[in-house]
């Protein structure tokens, strides 16, 4: 069986920055169910904005984005509607607007070769050894198996490193819907759209190189029936739908407290949302899984001994800051609260035109 000292479950935004920033004295392997290219494949559903502080970790990372991952227009300002209310305000957002599936290609595409990367494969199984992980796979048809010293879960929301490692935590999830429409709005724009009779979370519109995507996050009994009733009622406030020419979902987490955010144990480390690293309040994962990946890696370069309790110590203002997330969620999701917010007009831009 082949030996490594990390391996790595998932080439998201977590993992890709991981594999990249490991040191050469470190054999890594890691498994991502993508392919390596092209747009066959698993394709992770997201918005595809990327906020200020994943912006700030490119900075860290002396990255610059190539334009085949920028999607078309940049919009400066997020409408948020609260359909409830019918109260609409237009707030300044520093978004980049980008393609998903060629951002996570790009991130892998930075992996140096040194790490033995497997696409289109999955994870099956792990288990414990003295001495670190066996990790099993399924690759052209394959079975196979490795050893790991150290395993990293950076398989995001439905990370199996997560329920293996913390088989009775539960952490709050959402079914997230999007649909892809021809955008036939005189001028594209994002929206923010809270609804407490549709979903406790939010839902979102996205304009991107010519298409409307229109998503949220549903409880996850109903998700597709209150889907369509929000599309219902936002049709009323000029959003314009037609045939949905792709549909996507997938789980969300959402977390609602310090308890879960979990850095893992036992020489197992978990990244990003595998980890609970999302924003409760945005749902926005990038920066956090970029962040940890960031982390982790000066942990594992380092080496010695206490691994887990350094990683999960370096992580502790990562976990305030998500926390805040927590606190605001309840806030923006409080119906009378929100009203209050919105109704201030604080922060809100004027448009020329209503749209
Ligand atoms: C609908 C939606 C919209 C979103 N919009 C935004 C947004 O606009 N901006 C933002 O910042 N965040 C957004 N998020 C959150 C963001 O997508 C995630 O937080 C982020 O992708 C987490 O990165 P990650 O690397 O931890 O996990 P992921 O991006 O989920 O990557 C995990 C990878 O692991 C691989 N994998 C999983 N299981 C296995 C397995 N068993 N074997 C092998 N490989 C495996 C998959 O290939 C996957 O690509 C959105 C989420 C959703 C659901």
Redesign the pocket.
């Known amino acids: 069986m082949d030996c490594y000292d990390v391996a790595i479950?998932?080439?998201?935004?977590?993992?890709?920055t991981l594999a990249r920033l490991l040191s050469e004295k470190l054999r890594v392997i890691a498994?991502?169910?993508?392919r390596a290219s092209g747009s066959e494949g698993?394709q992770?559903?997201?918005?595809?904005?990327?906020?200020p502080d994943?912006q700030r970790a490119f900075i860290r990372f002396g990255l610059n984005l190539p334009t085949s991952v920028i999607a078309n227009p940049q919009i400066f300002s997020v409408k948020t509607l609260d359909t409830q209310t019918g109260i609409t305000c237009n707030y300044q957002r520093s978004?980049i607007n980008i393609n998903?599936h060629a951002f996570?290609l790009w991130m892998k595409s930075l992996v140096p070769e040194r790490v033995e990367v497997h696409h289109d494969?999955?994870?099956?199984r792990l288990e414990r050894t003295d001495e670190g992980y066996h990790v099993t796979?399924v690759e052209d048809g394959e079975e196979k198996r490795i050893h790991a010293r150290y395993l990293v879960g950076?398989?995001?929301?439905?990370?199996?490193v997560r329920r293996y490692l913390y088989p009775r935590h539960e952490i709050r999830r959402y079914q997230?819907?999007?649909q892809w429409f021809e955008d036939k709005h005189p001028v594209p724009f994002y929206s923010c759209l809270f609804d407490n009779d549709v979903t406790d979370c939010y839902a979102?519109s996205?304009s991107k190189d010519g298409y409307f995507i229109f998503?949220g996050?549903f409880p996850m009994k109903e998700g597709r029936e209150r889907y369509d009733m929000l599309k219902e009622k936002v049709e009323l406030h000029r959003f314009t739908f037609g045939t949905a020419l792709k549909s996507?979902k997938?789980?969300?987490l959402c977390p609602s407290g310090w308890r879960d955010f979990v850095c893992g144990k036992d020489d197992a480390f978990l990244?990003?949302?595998?980890?609970g690293?999302?924003s409760a309040s945005?749902?926005?994962?990038?920066?956090?899984?970029l962040d940890s990946?960031e982390l982790l890696s000066r942990i594992l370069n380092k080496g010695g001994t206490s691994l887990n309790p350094s990683y999960r110590k370096s992580t502790f203002r990562l976990r305030l800051k998500l926390l805040s997330k927590v606190f605001k969620a309840r806030i923006l999701t409080t119906p009378w609260l929100r009203k209050l917010i919105m109704k201030s007009r604080i922060s809100h831009i004027e448009q020329a035109s209503a749209r």
């Open positions: 479950i998932g080439l998201g935004p977590a993992g890709a498994l991502d169910k993508k698993f992770k559903p997201c918005g595809g904005l990327l906020a994943a978004y998903r996570d494969t999955l994870c099956k796979f950076a398989d995001g929301a439905n990370s199996m997230a819907i999007q979102w996205i998503g996050a996507e997938c789980t969300v990244i990003g949302e595998a980890a690293f999302i945005s749902l926005e994962g990038i920066s956090y899984a990946a």
